[in-house]
T-cell receptor
Framework: RKEVEQDPGPFNVPEGATVAFNCTYS??????FFWYRQDCRKEPKLLMS???SGNEDGRFTAQLNRASQYISLLIRDSKLSDSATYLC???????????FGTGTRLTVIP | ETGVTQTPRHLVMGMTNKKSLKCEQH?????MYWYKQSAKKPLELMFV???????ENNSVPSRFSPECPNSSHLFLHLHTLQPEDSALYLC?????????????FGPGTRLTVL
């Protein structure tokens, strides 16, 4: 079973829409959680960390459900510039690296 | 310079060539990583160095040889590659502990093997 699973999409949404991405992780010992953003032909960049209490950064809200081993990212009022691939990333104690999902591709349409 | 830099940005090589990819981080981090990203595939971890010691070698073929001379520099030496090795090679760094902290990526080297 994969460490991190995401719906690859693509998600095509109109400007101004609200879109949600989901991600599940397989190892209950996971302890750090992130959403990264990767633009076409560019490197991944940290979008936000995900905390147990949930956190918000402007139009972006991340939630973590440890019981269900589930992470979500909500984007409100989508902008054209939000078009990218969103990577769910998980780290766990004792592992020497982070585990990356395959990414969910989002295209925001004018 | 700031962040993580990689050179060259693009590389085309034949199967018999030897080349090296270079990564430098200016963030004061003590862990560095090599990843491979092929089209429509997730990031594949290749190597991890923590405090200049290799702590992970993710079943990578011996035609890829990493080198970490100090905590700021990481190399990936390439020889007798195959066309299927064509991909984007990304370097990343992080501050440990813990070994699951956020990572900062370089822009990558886009490698084409003919």
């Amino acid at each position: 079973r994969k460490e991190v699973e995401q719906d690859p999409g693509p998600f095509n949404v109109p400007e101004g829409a609200t879109v949600a991405f989901n991600c599940t992780y397989s190892n209950s010992a996971s302890q750090s959680f992130f959403w990264y953003r990767q633009d076409c032909r560019k490197e991944p960049k940290l979008l936000m960390s995900v905390y147990s209490s949930g956190n918000e950064d402007g139009r972006f809200t991340a939630q973590l459900n440890r019981a269900s081993q589930y992470i979500s990212l909500l984007i409100r009022d989508s902008k054209l510039s939000d078009s990218a691939t969103y990577l769910c990333v998980v780290g766990r104690w004792g592992a020497n690296n982070l585990f990356f999902g395959t990414g969910t591709r989002l295209t925001v349409i004018p | 310079e700031t962040g993580v830099t990689q050179t060259p940005r693009h590389l085309v090589m034949g199967m018999t060539n030897k080349k090296s990819l270079k990564c430098e981080q200016h963030l004061g981090h003590n862990a560095m990583y090599w990843y491979k990203q092929s089209a429509k595939k997730p990031l594949e971890l290749m190597f991890v160095y923590s405090l200049e010691e290799r702590v992970e070698n993710n079943s990578v073929p011996s035609r890829f040889s990493p080198e970490c001379p100090n905590s700021s520099h990481l190399f990936l030496h390439l020889h007798t590659l195959q066309p299927e090795d064509s991909a984007l090679y990304l370097c990343a760094s992080s501050q440990e502990p813990p070994l699951n902290n956020e990572q900062f990526f370089g822009p990558g080297t886009r490698l084409t093997v003919l």
